[in-house]
């Protein structure tokens, strides 16, 4: 599971000072979204698992590269697609029972 935490976990977990990520961020040694996120325009989260990763192989960016890829092969938007719901709607014919299927899906019916 990846770990995204606030400056202040991230500079205790790292052993950075704040400024340090800050310049890491700014100077493009992190990339945005892979690295680190931008949740709104005073708080950002970092990826605690690709960036100690990047610590172990700064000097190998293959191998980091490798971390990158996986991490994005593990994201949900990133998955196959279930066909479950597809097999469930296609015996509906009328818009008012694929609503009744939605709420008993979403109570659990």
């Known amino acids: 599971m990846v770990l995204f935490v606030n400056k202040q976990k991230a500079t205790e977990a790292l052993g950075l000072s704040s400024e340090t990520l800050k310049r890491y961020r700014l100077q493009g040694e992190w990339i945005e979204g ?7 325009s005073r708080c950002v989260r970092y990826n605690l698992e690709l960036i100690q990763d990047w610590f172990h192989n700064r000097h190998d960016p ?19 697609k279930s066909n479950n719901f597809i097999f469930k709607t296609n015996n509906i014919s009328h818009k008012r029972d694929l609503l009744i299927l939605i709420r008993c899906t979403k109570l659990n019916i």
Do not use: D
């Open 62 to 80: 293959a191998a980091h590269l490798r971390a990158i890829e996986f991490y994005q092969a593990s994201l949900l938007s990133n998955q196959k």
């Open 34 to 40: 892979i690295h680190w996120v931008r949740i709104n």
